[in-house]
C-alpha cells in the first residue's frame, strides 16, 4: 500500500510544480518518489499483504511486476528531463501524470478484485491518452491521442462489460470467489461466464495490443514522442501483461481448455502480422511499433503454459524485453533528435562516430531478436520451454518462424551503424548520465543472458 | 581443469587484445592461440597416455538444472586439437597484412576461438546451443566488418540461415530436456539415456538435421556458402572453412545418431543421397570456376559432404574416417586460403584466368601447393587419402553404389584441382604472376608446418585415429545397445 501512497504523493506534489514555481525540480523529485516507492514496494517481499478489504495483495508476483516498471519509468523520466525539458512549459504536469500512470500499473499487477483490475486500467489508460498527444501543435500526436482514446475507451468498454457478465454469473468481483466458482463450475458450461471471459479477453488483447486488436497501436507508436512512446512500449505492456497473466491463472485456469484455443491463435496471428509487417517499416519507430506487437505474440505463449513455470517466465521476458526495448527507443530518439531522422540512414557509420552508442544499439538489438548471451534469449528460452512443457511444440516451431524473421530488421541499425561509412559528419553526442545509463541497461541486458538465475530464482 | 583453462585462455586474452593497438593486439592474440595449443596438447597427452577424462562441472542456472559443464573426450578432442592448431596459423595470415581497427579484429577471433572450444567440449546441451551461437556472432561481424564487396547483404543471408536451423535445434533441446526423468537435466549424457518412440525420434532428428545441415553444409541447405566463403576475409574463410562448419559434423556425431539411433536408421538413406548430390553437384560446379576462393569453396562442400555420408552410413569405420577427416579437412582447407590470400595479397586478384606459369617464376610457392593441392585429393602418403579410404570403407559397408557415387569426388576433386593447378602454375608467364615471385620468412615458415602436417597425418594417421577410438566405439557401443533395447521392448 505504501507504495501507491508514495507514488501518488509525488504525483501530486510534481502536480503542485507549475502553481508554487519549482517546476525544475520535479524531475528530481519524481526519482526520489519512485526510488522511495520501489524501497516500499521490495519492503512487501515475501509478506503477501493484502490491502484496502482484499482488493489488492502485494504478492511476489506484484511486486516483481512493480519493481519492473518503476525502474523503467525512473530511467525515463531521467532521459525525458534531458529531451524536453529545456524548452517543454508543462515538464512539471507530465512528470505527474506518468507517475501516477506507473500508480495504475502497480494497481493493475496487484489486484485481487476485478474493480481494482478496472480501476487500474483506467488509470494507467487516461494518462497514456494525455501523454500520446503531449506534442500539442504536431499534427500526428494528436492523431495518435484522439485514435488511442477512441478506441482505448472502446475496449475499456469490452472489459467492463466482460466484468459485469462474469458479476451476474459468479457475483463477485473478488478474484478469489470468482476462482471458486470457476472450479467447481468447470464441469459444466456457464455461457454467461464464457461470455465475460471471452470480452475480458478482448480487453486486455487490446490493451497489450495484440493482433487483431494490434491497429492503434503503429499510429500511437510513431505519433506520440519517442520517449512516450518507450514509455507505452515497456510500462504499458508488462503492466497489462501482469495484469493479463494474473486474472486468467488466478481465475480462469480451470476453464483453461475453453480460452487457450483463443490465446493460440491470437498468438500466431500476433506473431506473424508483427514481424512480418516490421520487415517492410522504413521509420525504425514504427518497425519498433510492430516488433512490440510481435512481442506480445511471443509473451502471450506464457498464458498457454504450466502454472509454476509461466509466470516465472513472462515475469523474465518482461524484464528482458523492457530492458532492451527501452534502450532501442532511446537511442532512435537521440538519433533522431541529432540527424533529423527515425530512418535507419541515421544510424549510418554509427561505429565511427559514437562507439558506445553503437555498441549498445548492437547489444539491444541483438538481445530483442533473442541472441545468446543477451537477456533477450535467456526470455525466449524461457518462454518456449514453457510453451512446450504446456504441449504446444508446433506453436513453439511457429515462434521459432517468427524469431528467424524479426533479426531481417533488428539487424538493419546493427548494420547500417558497423557496417557502413557515414555521408555526413553530423556527430552525435551524450552526457554522461546518459551514458551510463545506457551502458548500465546494456550492462543489465548481458548479466542477465549469462546469469538468468538472478531474476528465475525469485 | 584443463578444458577450463582452453576456454578461459582466448577470453582473457580477447580483453587484453581490446586495449591494444595495431600489430601488437596480433602478436598477442597469437601468444593466445600458442597457449591454447600447449594445453590441448597436455589434454591429449593425458588422455590417451593416462585414459585421464577431463572436465569441470559448475552449477549454472539451478532452477533449470542447467549446469556449466565442460569436458573432453576423444570425440571433442579431435576437434579441440583443431581449433588450437588453426588459430595461430589464422591469426599468422592475417598478421601478414595491416587490418583496420586490428585490435577488435583479433579479439573477435579469439571470441570466435573460445565459442568453437566451448561447442567442442560442451556436455550440456544449453552450454552447446549457446556456444554454437556465440561462435555464430564474431564470423558475423568479421565477414561484415571486413568482408569484401557485397558483404552485408551475403552476411546476413549466412546469419539468417544458420540461426534458423539452430533455432529448431533449440526447440528439440528444450524437447528432450523436459523429457528427462525428475527434475529435468540438459546433461547431454541424460538424453542418451532417454527412450524416445520412433514419432519422437524422428522429430528430434529433423530439429537437429536441419540445424546441422545449415551449417556443414548439407546440399540444399548450402546456399550461403559460396558467397560467404567468397565475400569473407581470409580469417573469416579459414574460421569458416576450417573449424565453424565441423560444429555441425561434431554436432551430428554427438546428438543425432547417440540420440535418435532408430531415426537415423531410417532416414539416414534419404540425408546420404542428399550429401551425394552435394559431392557431385560442388565438385561439378567447382571445375567451372574462376575465382579460387569460391572454387575451394565449392570443392569444400563436395569433402564435407562425403564426411557426412562416414557419419550417416554409421560404423566405426566410417566415423573415424569422419573424425580423421575432419582434421585433415581443416588442414588443407586453411594451408589452400592461406596460399590463395598469398597470391591476393600481392596480385590483387584471385582469378584464375589472371594466373599462369607461376611454376616458371616460384619454385618454392608450386611445390607447397602441389603438396597441399594432393593433400586436398587424396593422394596416398598424404593426409586426404586416409580420411577419404575410411569414410568410402564406411558407406561401402553401408551400401555399395552410394560408396560409388560418393567416391566420383576423387575423381572429380582431382579434376578440378588439377586443371587449377595446371591453369596457375603452368604455361606462359603472365604479368600478375611475376608479382609471386618471392615468398617471405613467415610465409615459408607456415608453409613448411602446413605442408608437415599433411604429411605426417598422411604417413601416420594413427596418431589421430588412436585418440578418437575409444570414444567412437563408445558411442557405437551406446547406439547398439540403444536399438538392442528398442528391439526387446
Known sequence: MNVVIALTITGILNLFGSIFNYRKITPLLSIIGLAAAIVFNSLEWNTNQPFFHHMMVMDNYAVAFGAICMVLAAVLIIFYNRFMGDNDHHLAEVLSIIVFSVAGAIVMVSFTNLLMLFLGVEILSISFYILAGLKKKDLSSNEAAMKYFLMGSFSTGFLLFGIALIYGATASFDLSAIAEFVKLNSANTNYLLLCGVLLILVGLLFKVAAAPFHFWTPDVYQGAPTIITAFFATVGK?????????????CFAPISSEWSGVIMVVAIITMFIGNITALQQKSLKRMLAYSSIAHAGYMLLALLSPAYMGASAILFYSVAYGISSMAAFIIIHIIQTQTGTDE????????????????????????????????????????????????YVLLVCLAVVNSFISIYYYFKPVIESYFKNSHTDNIIQLNNTETVLLILLSIATIVLGILPGLVTSI | MHTLLLLIIPIVFMVIVLFLKGKTAGYVALTSSILSVVVSIIVAIHLHFNGYFDEFNHIWISSFGINFHVGIDGISLILVLLTTFLTPFI???????????????????????????????????????????????????????????????VTLKFFIYTLAGSLFMLVSIIYLYLQTPGNHSFEITEFYKLNLSSTQQTWIFCGFFLAFAVKIPIFPFHSWQPSTYTTAPTAGTMLLAGIMLKMGLYGLIRFVLPIAPE?????????????????????????????????????????????????????????????????????????????????????????MDKFSGIASVNKKVAVVFAIVMLGSVGLPLTNGFVGEFLLLMGVYQWNMYAALFA??????????????????????????????????????????????????????????????????????????????MTATL
Open chain 1, 238 to 250: 508488462i503492466a497489462s501483461f501482469g495484469a493479463f497473466y494474473r486474472l486468467f491463472r488466478l
Open chain 1, 344 to 391: 535507419a540512414i541515421g544510424f549510418t557509420g554509427l561505429a565511427q562516430k559514437n562507439k558506445v552508442l553503437a555498441f549498445i544499439t548492437a547489444i539491444s538489438m541483438l538481445s530483442l531478436s533473442g541472441i545468446p548471451i543477451t537477456a533477450g534469449f535467456f526470455g525466449k528460452f524461457y518462454l518456449f520451454s514453457s510453451a512446450i512443457e504446456g504441449g
Open chain 2, 263 to 351: 531415426a537415423v536408421a531410417h532416414w539416414n538413406t534419404l540425408a546420404i543421397i542428399l550429401c551425394v548430390c552435394g559431392i557431385i553437384y560442388g565438385s561439378v560446379i567447382a571445375i567451372r570456376q574462376n575465382d579460387l576462393k569460391t572454387l575451394i569453396a565449392f570443392s569444400s562442400l563436395a569433402h564435407v559432404g562425403l564426411i557426412a555420408v562416414g557419419i550417416f552410413s554409421m560404423n566405426i569405420q566410417g566415423i573415424q574416417g569422419a573424425m580423421i577427416q575432419m582434421f585433415n579437412h581443416g588442414v588443407n582447407a586453411v594451408a589452400l586460403f592461406f596460399l590463395i590470400d598469398l597470391f591476393e595479397r600481392r596480385s590483387g586478384t584471385r582469378l
Open chain 2, 91 to 153: 591469426i599468422l595470415t592475417s598478421l601478414q597484412k595491416e587490418t583496420e581497427n586490428s585490435s577488435v579484429f583479433y579479439a573477435i577471433i579469439l571470441l570466435m576461438q573460445a565459442g568453437m572450444l566451448g561447442a567442442f567440449t560442451a556436455m550440456d546441451s544449453f552450454l552447446f546451443y549457446v556456444s554454437y551461437e556465440v561462435a555464430l556472432i564474431p564470423i558475423y561481424f568479421i565477414c561484415g566488418l571486413w568482408g569484401g564487396e557485397n558483404r552485408i547483404a
Open chain 2, 407 to 484: 567416391g566420383l569426388t576423387i575423381i572429380l576433386g582431382a579434376v578440378y584441382m588439377l586443371r587449377l593447378y595446371k591453369n596457375v602454375f603452368f604455361g606462359e608467364i603472365s604479368e600478375t604472376s611475376k608479382s609471386i615471385s618471392s615468398m617471405t620468412m613467415m610465409e615459408t615458415i607456415m608453409s613448411y608446418k602446413l605442408i608437415a602436417l599433411i604429411i605426417v597425418l598422411g604417413i601416420f594417421p594413427n596418431l589421430l585415429l588412436n585418440l578418437s577410438a575409444p570414444a567412437v566405439t563408445k558411442l557405437l557401443n551406446l547406439i547398439a545397445n540403444h536399438s538392442n
